[in-house]
């Protein structure tokens, strides 16, 4: 891992605040990812399963963490099962955590080793009433592949299966929805990290530039500042690229005169973050292009002052459909008359903003969290507006990332350069 030590602190905090929405006699039981194969002797890198992480800290594989706050012999109300290691495993598999260190890590201090989990398991399990298992619930989860989560809750279900079953994604969901101080501070340091990677580009973008060699400078600026690297596939498109939402190719030249879409920023310790700014590739945008950079920006600005607690994310949508229906009439994209006659299931400004404007960000980029319930207090959102002009070769998004406070919001980003003057003096250096 090349991020500093999290506290401990996080995670025993989260562990109390996840017992707390247990019934009485339950036991959870959470598994890390798989290394993922590619060919050969190849694998992907590791990726935590993020609950685990959320609750444990621990972020290697072969690791299952079992909760079980009302047992009763108090060495079996957390037990974290760790991959083996010893001095000689150490030399042919690398480093993994010691149990000294998974205790340092995760405040867990009954720590066996993941081998001992089934005859472990078998002398716990019968004690409690409910198993609480995991399971991906994200509203937007693509898996076409069982995962070590599925493999292993039917292992557990067929070993036990007269125990009732709870889900413990609701309650994980609730719970990473409101950030921990610890996590408000590493998810500023990996805003911090991609404002360093945003500055070095703007001195480093000119006429005849590629994509990819925007992508390069990022990536050793994220990489040298303790981040693992983009913390979700980049996006560097230069002129009409800017209309294609998920383009990735990032191998095209940056041409004089057009606008390059960056949607590119740092993870650190696990924590994502998530920008979006648009630059002209000559340092100076024409007089067209500032035009709808303003009106994205007054969008986004209109959007920050009603991102705040109680506000409800249908009210919040319908006020950001009627800011950028505004402001694409000024920009005499749209007419009053389309408006008129929008169907309200696709009204008109959709056909240059075509996505939502908000999503919840933590562990994941796309975090878990209700957007059916009231925005609260440490919730953290994004606003990312957009006005994609495929007929003019031109796309912005503008994105930062922000706290939910008692009076409104802190924008996490507020250090990074947004105004259209601000960029351009930037560039011109
Ligand atoms: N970069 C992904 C998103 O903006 O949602
Ligand atoms: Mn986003
Ligand atoms: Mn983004």
Redesign the pocket.
């Known amino acids: 891992m090349k991020y500093s030590a999290i506290k401990k602190d996080l995670y025993i905090d989260n562990r109390k605040n996840f017992s707390k929405h247990l019934k009485p006699n339950s036991l959870a039981l959470f598994v890390s990812n798989d290394i993922l194969p590619t060919n050969g002797d190849g694998s992907l890198g590791f990726i935590q399963n993020s609950d685990l992480l959320h609750l444990s800290g621990v972020d290697q594989e072969d690791t299952i963490l079992l909760i079980y706050p009302d047992a009763k012999d108090g060495k079996q109300k957390e037990i974290l099962f760790i991959k083996e290691t010893s001095e000689l495993i150490a030399i042919w598999e690398g480093a993994k955590l010691t149990k000294q260190q998974a205790t340092d890590v995760s405040g867990i201090s009954n720590i066996m080793w993941f081998h001992e989990f089934e005859k472990t398991f078998k002398a716990i399990g019968f004690q409690a009433e409910h198993f609480y298992l995991n399971s991906n619930e994200h509203t937007r989860r693509y898996i076409d592949m069982e995962t070590a989560e599925m493999r292993f809750n039917k292992k557990i279900m067929s070993q036990f299966p007269l125990h009732h079953i709870e889900r413990s994604a609701p309650i994980m969901h609730r719970i990473r929805s409101i950030k921990h101080p610890i996590e408000i501070e590493l998810m500023q340091q990996a805003c911090n990290i991609t404002e360093k990677g945003f500055r070095r580009l703007l001195s480093f973008t000119k006429p005849g530039v590629m994509e990819y060699e925007i992508e390069a400078e990022l990536i050793h600026e994220f990489v040298r500042n303790r981040s693992r690297g983009f913390a979700?596939g980049p996006i560097i498109a230069s002129g009409g690229n800017a209309c294609v939402l998920h383009y990735v190719e990032n191998n095209k030249e940056c041409k004089d005169g057009d606008v390059i879409l960056l949607?590119v920023a740092a993870e650190y310790g696990n924590y994502a973050s998530?920008m979006?700014r648009c630059i002209p590739v000559s340092g100076k945008f024409t007089k067209r292009q500032r035009e709808v950079y303003d009106a994205v920006l007054r969008v986004m600005k209109g959007a920050a002052a009603i991102l705040k607690p109680g506000n409800t994310f249908e009210k919040y949508n319908a006020a950001v459909g009627d800011m950028m229906t505004k402001e694409l009439i000024q920009l005499g994209l749209i007419t009053e008359q389309d408006v008129k006659n929008q169907n309200p299931a696709w009204p008109a400004y959709k056909k240059y903003f075509m996505h939502g404007t908000s999503?919840f960000i933590g562990l994941d980029?796309?975090d878990v969290g209700f957007f059916a319930e009231p925005m609260q207090v440490g919730m953290a959102f994004?606003i990312?507006p957009g006005i994609y002009i495929p007929e003019e070769n031109l796309g912005i998004r503008l994105?930062n990332n922000y706290i939910i406070t008692a009076t409104g919001n802190d924008d996490l980003m507020k250090n990074i350069p947004l105004e259209a003057d601000e960029i351009e003096a930037l560039m011109a250096k």
């Open positions: 979700y949607d998530d979006t999503h980029v796309h994004t990312e994105e």
